[in-house]
């Protein structure tokens, strides 16, 4: 059983910062593409940014020079620096990761996509 637990969602004000972190933990082999996204009411979850097994990174173009995604592939974690941020910014920010795993089938390792429980991020005056 693989799990995603992501922390350091809250309330924050215009052009202010938070640090979000989300850590693996489970039956992991390795750990593939890591990434964050995000979705607000009645609209569908976007993607944020996503980083490689090598640190390769991208970002969505309305958070490119604010927020910076980074892991630690030791810890099998990855966080969300995100700075200046906007009350546009406010949503459900989720973590993903594609995750090989053990399982009773040949070949015996497969990948799979996994997703954390959601932590709510409010940019408000």
């Known amino acids: 059983q693989v799990q995603l637990v992501e922390s350091g969602g809250g309330l924050v004000q215009p052009g202010g910062s938070l640090r979000l972190s989300c850590a693996a933990s489970?039956?992991?082999?390795?750990?593939?593409?890591m990434g964050w996204y995000r979705q607000v009411p009645g609209k569908q979850r976007e993607l944020v940014a996503r980083?490689?097994?090598?640190?390769?990174?991208n970002y969505a173009d309305p958070v490119k020079g604010r927020f910076t995604i980074s892991r630690d592939n030791a810890r099998n974690t990855v966080y969300l620096q995100m700075n200046s941020l906007k009350p546009e910014d406010t949503a459900v920010y989720y973590c993903?990761?594609?995750?090989?795993?053990?399982?009773?089938?040949?070949?015996?390792?497969?990948?799979?996509?996994?997703w954390g429980q959601g932590t709510q991020v409010t940019v408000s005056s």
């Open positions: 993903n990761a594609e995750i090989r795993v053990y399982t009773s089938t040949y070949p015996f390792v497969q990948p799979r996509d996994y």
């Open positions: 489970g039956s992991i082999v390795s750990i593939n593409d």
């Open positions: 980083i490689t097994s090598g640190s390769a990174t």
